[in-house]
């Protein structure tokens, strides 16, 4: 026999059916479905990653909090020289802190890059300090 003359057994036909019927209805089914449930979905899209976030945070509440303490502590030395601190500190304490950076830099060593920095600070430290007594 031909392909075309081939005769198909009953539970064929019921997969064939099924094959061509119900998949484009099923795929059609689903996206109505999507849309028609938009809302909850972003909804858990959004709360599930929260929940497990507010979990892991409670459970590791000790390690976040020293993680927090030292990125608190690096803001503080990132703010101890900025060009606000050089503007509101007072005369003494910028005499103090600049023997300070000053020591550093002696120390500093093979530490190229450190090096430079602090002799950057010191000469951010002179410049104030020349610009105050010209005052």
């Given at each position: 026999m031909s392909e075309s003359t081939k005769k198909v057994t009953p539970e064929e036909s019921t997969e064939l059916d099924q094959n061509v019927e119900f998949v484009p209805e099923t795929k059609k089914g689903f996206l109505v479905w999507i849309k028609a449930h938009k809302?909850?979905?972003?909804?858990?899209?959004?709360?599930?990653?929260?929940?497990?976030?507010?979990?892991?945070?409670?459970?590791?509440?000790?390690a976040i909090q020293c993680l927090w303490d030292k990125l608190s502590e690096e803001l503080k030395k990132a703010d101890l020289y900025s060009p606000k601190w050089f503007e509101t500190v007072s005369d003494e304490l910028l005499s103090t802190e600049r023997e300070k950076v000053r020591l550093a830099y002696c120390s500093s060593g093979d530490n190229f890059s450190e090096a430079n920095w602090l002799e950057n600070l010191l000469r951010r430290f002179d410049k104030e300090m020349s610009k105050r007594a010209c005052l």
């Amino acid at each position: 026999m031909s392909e075309s003359t081939k005769k198909v057994t009953p539970e064929e036909s019921t997969e064939l059916d099924q094959n061509v019927e119900f998949v484009p209805e099923t795929k059609k089914g689903f996206l109505v479905w999507i849309k028609a449930h938009k809302p909850q979905l972003i909804m858990i899209g959004i709360s599930i990653p929260t929940i497990i976030a507010v979990v892991l945070g409670l459970k590791n509440k000790v390690a976040i909090q020293c993680l927090w303490d030292k990125l608190s502590e690096e803001l503080k030395k990132a703010d101890l020289y900025s060009p606000k601190w050089f503007e509101t500190v007072s005369d003494e304490l910028l005499s103090t802190e600049r023997e300070k950076v000053r020591l550093a830099y002696c120390s500093s060593g093979d530490n190229f890059s450190e090096a430079n920095w602090l002799e950057n600070l010191l000469r951010r430290f002179d410049k104030e300090m020349s610009k105050r007594a010209c005052l």
